[in-house]
């Protein structure tokens, strides 16, 4: 599976984008499908996840309420909507997915087996 990140971009404080994570190669069938972020010289954040058979989800404290991830099955696509952006959440953003996943797996980034290659999101004050 290969997964394409886009729809990152440059917004200012309080703005909203919406992010895509495609798959090719393969489907999202079987497999959780998370979000991560990165900014340098830090640690991979888990800031969402959506097991694809059944819809779960688990979020991160800090975007709860302000995120929300879906998934489109005909297009085999993962989003995450991201509203009321924070200076702090200026960073780039991965996908991944990892297969056959329990909900309190889905935070741990050595649990996904594929990546996407990360698209940039910068929230101006």
């Known amino acids: 599976v290969q997964l394409q990140a886009s729809g990152g971009g440059s917004v200012q404080a309080g703005g909203s984008l919406r992010l895509s994570c495609a798959a090719s190669g393969g489907t999202f069938t079987g497999y959780t499908t998370g979000w991560f972020r990165q900014t340098p010289g830090e640690e991979r954040e888990f800031v969402a996840a959506?097991?694809?058979?059944?819809?779960?989800?688990a979020y991160v404290d800090s975007v709860k309420g302000r995120f929300s991830i879906s998934r489109d099955t005909s297009k085999n696509t993962v989003y995450l909507q991201v509203n009321s952006l924070k200076p702090e959440d200026s960073a780039v953003y991965y996908c991944a997915a990892g297969r056959r996943l329990i909900v309190s797996s889905f935070s741990s980034s050595r649990n996904y087996n594929y990546w996407g290659q990360g698209t940039l999101v910068t929230v101006s004050s």
């Open positions: 959506i097991r694809w058979t059944d819809g779960n989800i």
